[in-house]
């Protein structure tokens, strides 16, 4: 299985806080099953400063320490891109991040507002070649009353990453409510990653996952790019 949003690289962000953090947190996530991760940093966050150098000393360390420690687990590269809406469309295409080597782009959009500029920005990713995936849309409480646009942006190709936690209700009623909602209106757009960040209240659930939603997980990368055109 592949778990596609994950921060695992050390010392970056919220996520793991140092290289030890992110074995750890490597190594649950092997446990429950996954063989694929990708490590999804914040960028272009305001919330933290992460700059090109810092991931690729952090890329570097984890990668050593996981193939000694936990050999069997892929790790692939990539990145989660905050859309704030005040960067101009064309710079935020120039400055995209994949997961690893595909034409995938995690966009991650504040959980308090939809930027005025936020579609002009996501539809100016599709029409520069790439598939945008949103990174659990069932926090932003913007996109509730976008139900129009969130049906072109998925007759556009985009995809939907729902958080494990979140359905499970890991993280109170609400979340659980919209991410439930937006699987139900979108079930052929949505797919499950855990967007863990520790073992603590944010740690990966995969060994809770129901076998009813076992289909929602992709196996690899490779799946990911052809998602929703396969199973339609």
């Known amino acids: 299985m592949l778990d596609l949003h994950t921060h695992i690289l050390p010392g970056l962000d ?9 074995v750890a947190l490597s190594l649950r996530l092997h446990q429950q099953g996954i063989t694929t991760v990708v490590a999804t940093p914040h960028w272009h966050s305001p919330r933290f400063e992460v700059e090109h150098p810092g991931i ?7 990668r050593v320490a996981v193939a000694s420690q936990v050999p ?13 809406g005040a960067e101009d469309p064309v710079a935020f295409v120039a400055g995209i991040r994949p997961l690893g080597d595909s034409r995938m782009v995690l966009i991650e959009l504040p ?4 930027p005025p500029r936020a579609w002009a920005t ?24 976008q139900r129009e646009q969130l049906a072109a942006f998925v007759e556009a190709g985009g995809l939907l990453q729902l958080t494990l936690g979140h359905l499970l209700g890991c993280h109170g009623w609400r979340m659980r409510w919209h991410s439930r909602a937006l699987l139900k209106r979108f079930p052929q757009a949505c797919l499950i990653a855990s967007d863990s960040h520790d073992l603590g209240v944010r740690r990966p659930q995969w060994d809770r996952l129901p076998t009813t ?14 998602w929703g055109i396969a199973n339609s």
């Open 122 to 145: 996501v539809f100016a990713v599709v029409r520069a070649g790439w598939r945008p995936l949103l990174a659990h849309p069932e926090r932003c409480r913007g996109l509730r009353g």
């Open 111 to 114: 959980d308090d507002h939809l």
């Open 213 to 226: 939603w076992r289909h929602l997980v992709p196996a690899d990368l490779a799946t990911v790019s052809t």
């Open 14 to 22: 919220d996520g793991a806080v140092d290289l030890a953090a992110g």
């Open 56 to 62: 690729e000393r952090a890329w570097d360390a984890l």
């Open 72 to 84: 069997g687990l892929t790790l692939v590269l990539g990145a989660e891109h905050h859309c704030s």
